[in-house]
């Protein structure tokens, strides 16, 4: 799924979206915003998404020596929620609970079903990280800080990705009946806080992330962190959920099989049937349950891996000051600008929002956020911007430049 999708199902399915909510100048100017690669190492496509390594650096080292409270997460998360101005609860929806710290304090999830393109994808709150890192630390001495982050990091991702495959699943229903599930037996089912099915309780889509999270993490720190740590990682997600979750997303633990079994199978296929059934009972007719039975479909995404989730934080937070983020990332417009007046050209890119090409040297400009100081550095070496006018130039000097438009 890519922006232009996205455009087109907007055309051709107008009764399935609700009115975009896209970038406001107070959000762009309040937030630092940074494309990050929350699982690097697990890519299907290694050579579509080779230039996706640029994005994992630096902030990790920030986040190692970040010690955060609750309070502090609470005022960020609180803050992006407000200024995003959705009232109504959708599936990832930024901010807490009541002023209850849950997943989607330290991570959220904007749907395109709500959100225009460039803002929809996965954001991990800086604060968000540091703190789960922090908890996962407290249960298991003996996890290293890098370890920690990591297996954070992995878990907020994947929980949010969940939200992903929902709506994914959604999108995939909508087409084919050409009828809203997404704003209709989605968000239904997600704001009946504990609902039951034909007399047999049906877990929450909270529950089915955060399960989906911890098998997908703990096979990442398994396979790129710590070899044979399946178990090990996953005790210390089971303990931090049983710790720290609220009833929904405790739930999880209820499903103590693993994604492939049958049990699973059968309860996530029960959610899904439950969207599809909502959904159509608002148009006044069902589909018999043995006619849903011929159908299989699988809750996978539609995320680009890496390219459609950012580090976020509010430019007052601490962090943000303690770290001095402004002086290490400038946003994706004044690098555009800069490179036109040198004459650079500007082609389609697979995999982020451009290419650039400028004296015949060609690189990405990543998608419309800000960015780090590891990527900018790619970006000025494969564009030789150092060397201008017979002259070598100093990075801070032409940051600095660039930076001033």
């Not at 996706?52 to 992006?80: M, Q």
């Not at 901010?95 to 225009?116: I, Q």
């Not at 018999?288 to 996978?300: L, Q």
Request: overall charge neutral; some cysteine; proline content about 4%.
């Amino acid at each position: 799924m890519n922006a232009q999708q996205i455009s087109e199902l907007r055309k051709y399915l107008p009764n399935c979206y609700k009115e975009e909510i896209g970038l406001s100048e107070d959000f762009d100017d309040s937030f630092f915003s940074w494309p990050t690669n929350a699982t690097p190492k697990i890519i299907e496509d290694k050579e579509e998404h080779e230039s996706e390594k640029l994005f994992d650096r630096d902030i990790d080292e920030i986040i190692l020596d970040t010690r955060v409270e609750d309070e502090e997460i609470l005022d960020t998360a609180d803050s992006i929620a407000d200024s995003l101005g959705v009232d109504q609860p959708f599936p990832g929806k930024p901010g807490s609970d009541n002023g209850n710290v849950t997943v989607d304090t330290l991570a959220f999830y904007l749907p395109y079903h709500v959100f225009k393109p460039q803002l929809w994808g996965i954001y991990l709150l800086v604060e968000g990280v540091a703190s789960l890192a922090q908890k996962y630390r407290k249960i298991e001495p003996t996890l290293n800080g890098l370890e920690s982050v990591r297996l954070a990091k992995a878990f907020l991702f994947y929980h949010e990705s969940f939200h992903n495959c929902v709506e994914t699943f959604a999108t995939r229903m909508e087409i084919s009946n050409r009828i809203p599930f997404y704003n209709s037996g989605v968000r239904f089912l997600y704001q009946t806080t504990q609902p039951y099915v034909r007399g047999s309780k049906l877990f929450h889509e909270e529950a089915f992330a955060n399960k989906y999270a911890t098998e997908k993490a703990t096979e990442y720190f398994d396979k790129n962190v710590r070899k044979g740590g399946k178990k090990f990682s996953k005790t210390i997600i089971n303990i931090s959920i049983r710790q720290n979750g609220l009833p929904l997303y405790k739930d999880s633990l209820e499903m103590s099989t693993s994604m492939r079994s049958k049990d699973y199978l059968e309860k996530i296929s029960e959610f899904q049937e439950e969207i599809y059934q909502t959904s159509l009972s608002k148009l006044l007719s069902r589909l018999p349950a043995n006619v849903w039975k011929e159908f299989s479909f699988a809750m996978r995404g539609n995320l680009p891996l890496g390219s459609i989730c950012s580090y976020i934080t509010s430019k007052q937070s601490k962090i943000a000051q303690r770290a001095r983020l402004g002086g290490l990332l400038f946003k994706t417009k004044k690098l555009e600008t800069y490179l036109s007046k040198l004459g650079a050209t500007f082609d389609k890119s697979g995999v982020h929002q451009k290419k650039i090409v400028l004296n015949g040297r060609k690189t990405d400009l990543p998608i419309n956020r800000d960015i780090d100081p590891h990527t900018a550095t790619q970006i000025i070496k494969k564009l030789n911007l150092l060397q201008q006018d017979g002259k070598r130039h100093n990075f801070t000097t032409l940051r600095n430049t660039i930076l001033r438009g």
